[in-house]
T-cell receptor
Framework: KNEVEQSPQNLTAQEGEFITINCSYSVGISALHWLQQHPGGGIVSLFMLSSGKKKHGRLIATINIQEKHSSLHITASHPRDSAVYICAVLYNFNKFYFGSGTKLNVKP | DTAVSQTPKYLVTQMGNDKSIKCEQNLGHDTMYWYKQDSKKFLKIMFSYNNKELIINETVPNRFSPKSPDKAHLNLHINSLELGDSAVYFC??????????????FGPGTRLLVL
C-alpha cells in the first residue's frame, strides 16, 4: 500500500474547465508538496503547504490535516496545463513519499 | 542562467561500469537533493544534503554514493551499474532546510540507460 494515493490517475478536460486533483495520505505529515512534470520531463514545484490554502495564478492548493487530504485546483484550464501532477508528503521531516501522479490532458 | 544544472543530460553505459552525475545550483541554497524516477514515472528521494552534511539517506544500495564538495554541488557516483539503475535522476535544491519542508527547485534530469 502506498502512503500517498492520488486520484484520478488520468484526467482529460476541455479548455476552460475547472479541474480538481486529489491526494490522500495515511501518515501524519510535516508538509505536502505539489509538483508539475511537463511532457518534456522537467519538474516544477508548484506549492508547499502544511495547512490551509495557497493560490498562485489559476492554481489553488488546499490541505485538510484532520482528513489527511489535499486538493489541487486549476481554474480556466488551458492546454499548456497538460502535465503530470505529483503529490508528495514529508513525514517526520526525514521521510518523503510520492504519489504516482495524475496525468492531465487539456484539449483545446 | 540555469538555476539547477545537471550533467550529463543523457548517459548510456554498460553494466558493471562506474559513473558520476554532477549537479550544481547557483541559487545560494543550503540544501540539495537527489531523486530517482523509474520507468513507471514513480519519483523517490534518495539523499539530501544540507550545507555538505547528509540529512536524508533513504534505503539505496551502497553502490550509490553522494559527494558534496561544497554547498553548491552535489554529485552522485554509482559503482557497478546494474540494469535496474536505468532511470531519470533529478537533482533539486531548497533554500535552507534539509528536511524538505521548503519549495524545491529541480534540475532538468539525467537520463541513465544501463545496457
Amino acid at each position: 500500500k502506498n502512503e500517498v494515493e492520488q486520484s484520478p490517475q488520468n484526467l482529460t478536460a476541455q479548455e476552460g474547465e475547472f479541474i480538481t486533483i486529489n491526494c490522500s495520505y495515511s501518515v501524519g505529515i510535516s508538509a505536502l508538496h505539489w509538483l508539475q512534470q511537463h511532457p518534456g520531463g522537467g519538474i516544477v514545484s508548484l506549492f508547499m503547504l502544511s495547512s490551509g490554502k495557497k493560490k498562485h495564478g489559476r492554481l489553488i492548493a488546499t490541505i485538510n490535516i484532520q482528513e489527511k487530504h489535499s486538493s489541487l485546483h486549476i481554474t480556466a484550464s488551458h492546454p499548456r496545463d497538460s502535465a503530470v501532477y505529483i503529490c508528495a508528503v514529508l513525514y517526520n521531516f526525514n521521510k518523503f513519499y510520492f504519489g504516482s501522479g495524475t496525468k492531465l490532458n487539456v484539449k483545446p | 542562467d540555469t538555476a539547477v544544472s545537471q550533467t550529463p543530460k543523457y548517459l548510456v553505459t554498460q553494466m558493471g561500469n562506474d559513473k558520476s552525475i554532477k549537479c550544481e545550483q547557483n541559487l545560494g541554497h543550503d540544501t540539495m537533493y537527489w531523486y530517482k524516477q523509474d520507468s513507471k514515472k514513480f519519483l523517490k528521494i534518495m539523499f539530501s544534503y544540507n550545507n555538505k552534511e547528509l540529512i536524508i539517506n533513504e534505503t539505496v544500495p551502497n553502490r550509490f554514493s553522494p559527494k558534496s564538495p561544497d554547498k553548491a554541488h552535489l554529485n552522485l557516483h554509482i559503482n557497478s551499474l546494474e540494469l535496474g539503475d536505468s532511470a531519470v535522476y533529478f537533482c533539486a535544491s531548497s533554500l535552507t532546510s534539509g528536511r524538505a519542508s521548503e519549495t524545491q527547485y529541480f534540475g532538468p534530469g539525467t537520463r541513465l540507460l544501463v545496457l
